[in-house]
């Protein structure tokens, strides 16, 4: 069930918050990932559940920008096999809170990328 926060499409999340297992989750924000570079997620789908290794999160504000906690890209690696598929992921890390974000290819390599935009 969707419902208010954050949603997130490719390139761009807009606002709703989610419900996962009933408990609503609070919109994504920046500080919930910037703790966790270079640690693995478990990011689960329909289709399965894929480890991936967050390289970057990275501001797409200008410094100082009032919502610049709430618009920024996480970048991951698969941390073993290919790229899974371009999709909506619930991503989960201990101490983390899980979020369901469109995850998509970026670039030639095996790259992904989640854009989060919770300004709109």
Do not use: C, W
């Amino acid at each position: 069930m969707i419902r208010g926060g954050v949603v997130v499409l490719g390139a761009a999340a807009l606002g709703f918050d989610t419900v996962l297992g009933g408990a609503a989750t609070a919109a994504p924000s920046r500080s919930d990932y910037a703790s966790s570079i270079g640690e693995i997620f478990e990011a689960s789908d329909r289709r399965g559940t894929v480890r991936l290794r967050l390289t970057h999160a990275d501001d797409m504000t200008a410094p100082g920008a009032s919502k610049r906690s709430q618009t920024y890209a996480l970048i991951f690696e698969p941390v073993e096999g290919d790229r899974p598929d371009d999709g909506i992921y619930a991503l989960r890390r201990r101490g983390v809170p899980t979020h369901d974000l469109f995850v998509s290819a970026v670039g030639p390599d095996k790259t992904l990328q989640a854009i989060v935009n919770g300004t709109v």
